[in-house]
């Protein structure tokens, strides 16, 4: 009798579009990939909310959920409106202390909301806030990822990633974390994580090998 595969759900970072697991392959004999996107939130709508709606496009029991940065927010957030194996938190955070110190300035002083976010339709800067990108070069092949630049999803995402609530891990939460992270920085991740050593907030793409041969072994144990 053949083996019930893993649906694996993946959702791409803040910005980010489902091409940015574009090389990741896992055996096909277990596991089977599904790709999530980012919509367009309601107006003022709690990331809880988005969260139960995204939730809603899984379509399989007991899945795999993978998020990327803000998108592994975004799943730990699903992680509470469905049943899941395991939860795969890439590149971000599991709770809010884990902020560098200019998120937990952006949310006491609210310096966020004067985050001038029309400047990202210059696909360029997204790349550097989205990605944590500085060199032109690396710039031009990240530009191929971004697919969300609509202003009031990254109005919404930015206050929404700033003001995240969570103290408490989740069961079944595995954290992976790139030693060379800009974004969130390494030194102030804490707790069980799994360290991927010159990883940056970008390796899903640049260190997919790692990912391809690690997580089978993750996701099955």
């Not at 937990?104 to 310096?111: D, I, P, T």
């Not at 989205?130 to 990254?154: C, H, M, Q, W």
């Not at 992270?181 to 991927?196: E, L, M, S, T, Y």
Request: net charge positive; with cysteine.
């Amino acid at each position: 009798m053949q083996e019930e595969k893993t649906h694996v759900y993946l959702m791409p970072g803040m910005a980010a579009s489902k091409a940015i697991f574009e090389y990741i392959n896992l055996p096909c004999d277990q596991f089977e990939l599904h790709y999530l996107e980012w919509i367009i939130p309601y107006k003022k709508e709690a990331l809880t909310s988005y969260a139960k709606r995204m939730s809603e496009l899984v379509q399989h029991q007991n899945p795999v959920l993978l998020g990327v940065s803000f998108g592994g927010i975004l799943v730990q957030e699903m992680n509470k409106y469905i049943s899941v194996k395991k939860t795969v938190v890439v590149s971000s955070v599991l709770n809010e202390k884990d902020y560098p110190f200019r998120m937990k300035f952006a949310k006491l002083s609210k310096v966020y909301k004067l985050a001038p976010t029309r400047m990202f339709s210059d696909v360029e800067k997204l790349a550097k806030y989205a990605f944590g990108v500085t060199i032109k070069e690396r710039i031009e092949l990240y530009k191929k990822y971004l697919s969300v630049n609509d202003k009031k999803y990254l109005d919404w995402a930015l206050e929404e990633i700033i003001n995240w609530k969570q103290t408490q891990k989740l069961d079944n939460v595995i954290h992976i974390h790139g030693t060379n992270d800009r974004v969130f920085p390494f030194k102030n991740i804490k707790g069980d994580f799994i360290a991927v050593k010159n990883g940056t907030h970008v390796m899903i793409i640049n260190k997919y090998k790692w990912f391809n041969e690690n997580l089978p072994k993750l996701l099955i144990a």
